[in-house]
């Protein structure tokens, strides 16, 4: 089993750990992708509700194995960004990234965001997949403003 929290300041260091690992497994190392992002090293002081953003980490037996966030795409816009949905291995397909998106999703809808956007990478298949299903459709490129150019899949959703 598993649990979902807000992010706190003790899961930083582990959250941490999970972001750099995935990413490098699937190549987002340095500038240009996620795990290279200056807030990695201290996401809960970046994901905080009154910046209408927000990290969840999923929990199983009280250690962060995974987590995702919302965040405003640019400051004051009505597009918010699916971030950092990063899960171990050994954690996959056992639904755990669709409940982390889902909850974002949900918080992006509470917030009054029209639009999510994210960007990935053509390698993280099971994670396009995930983002297919819950209704994200792909892009030709990034949207204006986009900080991850070694990306190379761009997807929105709108949000009803």
Request: proline share 4%; with cysteine; hydrophobic share 40%.
């Amino acid at each position: 089993m598993y649990q979902l929290v807000d992010i706190q300041a003790q899961h930083n260091a582990d959250i941490s750990r999970v972001i750099k690992q995935v990413g490098a497994e699937f190549g987002a190392i340095g500038d240009g992708f996620g795990p290279g992002d200056p807030e990695v090293a201290c996401m809960s002081e970046h994901y905080l509700l009154e910046n209408r953003s927000r990290y969840i980490v999923a929990l199983v037996n009280d250690q962060p194995v995974g987590g995702a966030g919302i965040a405003p795409f640019q400051p004051g816009s009505d597009t918010c960004e699916l971030k950092k949905l990063f899960l171990l291995p050994q954690y996959r397909g056992l639904g755990i990234g669709v409940a982390l998106t889902k909850a974002c999703l949900a918080f992006a809808q509470q917030q009054g965001y029209q639009h999510c956007y994210l960007d990935t990478l053509a390698n993280m298949t099971a994670a396009i997949r995930l983002y297919e299903s819950v209704g994200f459709t792909h892009l030709t490129q990034p949207i204006a403003g986009s900080i991850h150019g070694g990306c190379d899949v761009w997807m929105l959703k709108t949000l009803s």
